[in-house]
């Protein structure tokens, strides 16, 4: 069963830190472009970051450009998002996304872009 699952969510105080995984299982994650996005309640889905089946392609939005970063690790099937100098504005939960690709190409950070979601990780920002 195709699934996506991520982890590393909590509760830490402003300027603290978080690494976030997303494990797939019953497929190989080398398939597949990775999105991070996340939402608070009664806001729309934000996507945050971006990495392409390879590695070739990364992207980070505006507000979180110099204190997150995107990596996956094929061979292990798991993607990452490392989050630095947390403030409470990146409080929301936090969801995987994976579309299925074959070939390298730049990712994309719309969330209409992807077909797979995890269930989300709550990250709480706060003092």
């Known amino acids: 069963q195709l699934q996506f699952v991520e982890s590393g969510g909590g509760l830490v105080q402003p300027g603290g830190s978080l690494k976030l995984s997303c494990v797939i299982s019953?497929?190989?994650?080398?398939?597949?472009?990775i999105g991070w996005f996340r939402q608070v309640p009664g806001k729309e889905r934000e996507g945050v970051s971006c990495?392409?089946?390879?590695?070739?392609?990364?992207r980070l939005a505006d507000s979180v450009k110099g204190r997150f970063t995107i990596s996956r690790d094929n061979a292990k099937n798991t993607a990452y998002l490392q989050m630095n100098r947390l403030q409470p504005e990146d409080t929301a939960v936090y969801y995987c996304?994976?579309?299925?690709?074959?070939?390298?190409?730049?990712?994309?950070?719309?969330?209409?872009?992807?077909?797979?979601w995890g269930q989300g990780t709550q990250v709480t920002v706060s003092s």
């Open positions: 996304a994976a579309f299925r690709t074959y070939q390298e190409a730049m990712c994309m950070m719309g969330d209409q872009y992807y077909d797979y």
């Open positions: 019953g497929d190989t994650l080398e398939h597949y472009r």
């Open positions: 990495i392409s089946m390879r590695s070739l392609s990364a």
